[in-house]
């Protein structure tokens, strides 16, 4: 994913894509990474300097919560929990990311195989 | 890592001073600086639990100064990295005046035992107390001393601190016209002490050399600023 349009389109996705997965589950910042790659494919292969500033808006807009997280013998974690407002954000997000995509696909097409 | 590091910091485990680095490069506040490291910590702990080694992880997160740069553009894109020599200028003001009151409290306490002591004078330059140390100087002239410093204190002063805001501000055309001013204070502070009325027998041109060589190098230090 290197072209220009490509990495304009993974910026304006990454706050919700991330969120999403918050959503399903507490994750830390790792797991975020580590899922983000497995279930693209290896086509989205994040950093942690262009994760962890996602992760700390939605904290700022009050759509994530970070709590640390200790299990065993482990070091403890800082993980991240969605709240009800980021539960809310996401549906926002969802509706608008969907009516954008049928809205570009008028102009575009989709593609046939 | 390219900078010398510190005998003590050897001592410390690589992925400890690989996070130090990291931490030391990111021009961020302080508040941002605690969750990248917190998180950053989270990382390489969860990593390494899962079967990593700390050398691959350190690869593969990048240097230092690669996930410094990321956070940094990230947060807060366009600013730079804050040099600690921006303290500078602010040492040598403090630096300058140390000096300075040595020379007052001397020259009050020669006006008040005037006659006896007039002939012994403390010398202090602008490059800290060390300098300070008593010599012959001739002709008892009390008022010189106090003069000299109520003259050059001020100056010196006003370049320490002009040096100091361009550090702080970063701004190229402030930076100029302050470089000039520096100049310009420079050269009167010259033409005062050598043809001026206050000018005093040789021995104290070796007392005002150190303190004009210290307004010449932040004279300099502002013209390289408004450079960049």
Redesign the interface.
């Known amino acids: 994913m290197d072209s220009r349009f490509e990495r304009q389109l993974k910026r304006g996705a990454l706050e919700m894509l991330v969120l999403s997965l918050v959503c399903e589950k507490p994750a830390?910042?790792?797991?975020l990474?580590s899922e983000i790659a497995q279930r693209s494919g290896g086509a989205l292969t994040l950093?942690?300097?262009?994760l962890?500033?996602v992760?700390?808006r939605l904290e700022d807009d009050g759509c994530i919560v970070?709590e640390w997280s200790a299990s065993g013998r482990?070091?403890?974690?800082?993980v991240y929990r969605v709240t009800d407002a980021g539960r809310e954000e996401l549906a926002r997000e969802r509706r608008i990311w969907n009516s954008f995509c049928r809205m570009i696909n008028q102009f575009v097409g989709e593609e046939t195989p | 890592m390219n900078r010398p590091e510190k005998k003590n910091i050897q001592f410390l485990p690589p992925i400890k001073r690989y996070v130090n680095a990291i931490e030391a490069r990111l021009a961020l506040p302080m508040r941002?600086k605690v969750?990248?490291m917190?998180?950053?910590?989270?990382?390489i702990?969860?990593?390494h639990?899962?079967g990593e080694s700390y050398e691959d992880i350190m690869k593969d997160?990048?240097t230092p100064e690669?996930?410094?740069?990321?956070?940094n553009?990230?947060?807060a894109p366009g600013r730079k990295a804050r040099s600690p020599l921006r303290f500078l200028p602010l040492i040598l003001a403090a630096a300058a005046c140390i000096p300075a009151l040595f020379q007052v409290f001397s020259g009050i306490a020669l006006v008040q035992f005037f006659s006896s002591v007039a002939d012994v004078g403390i010398i202090g330059g602008a490059d800290g107390p060390t300098s300070v140390f008593i010599t012959s100087k001739g002709p008892g002239t009390p008022f010189d001393n106090v003069l000299s410093v109520l003259t050059f204190a001020p100056v010196a002063l006003v370049v320490c601190l002009l040096g100091w805001y361009l550090f702080l501000a970063r701004k190229t055309r402030a930076a100029r016209v302050c470089g000039m001013v520096g100049v310009l204070i420079w050269f009167l502070t010259m033409l005062i002490f050598c043809f001026g009325p206050f000018a005093v027998e040789s021995g104290q041109y070796f007392l005002l050399a150190p303190s004009l060589l210290l307004s010449l190098i932040l004279i300099l230090v502002t013209l390289r600023a408004g450079k960049k």
């Open positions: 830390h910042g790792y797991e990474l950093k942690e300097g262009t962890y500033p992760l700390y970070s482990a070091a403890p974690k800082k | 941002d969750r990248i917190t998180d950053i910590s989270s990382t702990s969860a990593r639990e899962a997160m990048g690669e996930v410094a740069a990321q956070f553009e990230e947060m």
